[in-house]
């Protein structure tokens, strides 16, 4: 279970997120969202502490992810893993490769993966990474190069490489704002999948409500920094 609390983070002249109090059960999908600008990108990077609060605590299981460093941060950052709009993936590298360095990160943190990228894999860890990318239809291109690809196949292969994490939590920050329609909904079932098969709690931000209605348990609405709205996708329907 994931507690925000009075959660604040101003920048010089704008309070991106501005007294946010929620609880997210684990293994809820909550799709985030709200215009641009809103705090919705703010609001997930102060959960994994890449932005840190002005004000306002994160709990984890009743644990004060705020007052987190070191080792016990990194363990943190671990448990939440980011996927964003642009994938990021390294595009010369081959798919299988983008994928391992998810285990990398699981276990040196990402900025030490990527240097570490050169270290062999255990054949354990490689068919790991197979078995996510047959998961999503993705294992035919597995010695591929990641430009060779889609935008909807990137960002799958940007979620098993989060996978080979084993995180808590995946924080999504506009997955498929890049992405043609068919892509975006590939994208958003793979997301679906992992939260239903795993149990992963999902927090994702979306342009559009439709989008969110259609996968989420719960939508929170955003706006100026504030929740307007926070509810079961029916009740907002009632609230129109
Ligand atoms: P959204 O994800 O909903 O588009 P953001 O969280 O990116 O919203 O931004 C919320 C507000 O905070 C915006 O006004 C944005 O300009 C501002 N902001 C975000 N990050 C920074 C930063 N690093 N420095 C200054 N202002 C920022
Ligand atoms: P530190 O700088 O404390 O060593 P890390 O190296 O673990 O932290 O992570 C660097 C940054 O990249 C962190 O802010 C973390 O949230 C982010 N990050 C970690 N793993 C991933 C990943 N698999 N994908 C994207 N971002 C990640």
Not at 8 to 13: A, E, L, Q
Not at 39 to 52: A, D
Not at 88 to 97: A, E, G, M, S, Y
Not at 189 to 195: D, G, K, P, S
């Amino acid at each position: 279970m994931l507690e925000l609390q009075a959660l604040t983070r101003r920048f010089d002249t704008t309070t991106a997120v501005d007294g946010v109090s929620l609880t997210v059960p684990a293994g809820q999908m909550l799709g985030i969202i709200g215009r641009s600008g809103a705090g919705k990108s703010t609001l997930l990077r102060l959960v994994n502490r890449l932005v840190e609060p002005s004000a306002g605590r994160i709990l984890a299981e009743g644990r004060d992810v705020t007052a987190l460093h070191g080792w016990a941060l990194r363990a943190w950052r671990r448990d939440c893993a980011m996927v964003f709009q642009q994938f990021n993936l390294v595009q010369r590298l081959d798919v299988l490769t983008n994928v391992l360095v998810g285990r990398l990160a699981h276990q040196h943190g990402l900025r030490r993966a990527l240097v570490l990228l050169t270290g062999t894999f255990s054949a354990a860890e490689r068919a790991m990474a197979l078995a996510a990318l047959d998961r999503f239809g993705l294992a035919e291109v597995a010695l591929q190069r990641a430009e060779t690809l889609s935008g909807g196949q990137q960002q799958r292969v940007a979620l098993c490489r989060a996978l080979m994490q084993a995180p808590r939590l995946i924080l999504a920050d506009e997955p498929i704002a890049s992405l043609d329609p068919m892509n975006a909904r590939a994208v958003m079932e793979a997301l679906r999948q992992v939260n239903r098969a795993e149990g992963i709690t999902v927090l994702v931000n979306l342009h559009h409500l439709d989008t969110a209605r259609e996968y989420c348990d719960r939508i929170l609405a955003m706006q100026a920094g504030r929740v307007v709205f926070d509810g079961r996708p029916e009740a907002l329907d009632a609230a129109r």
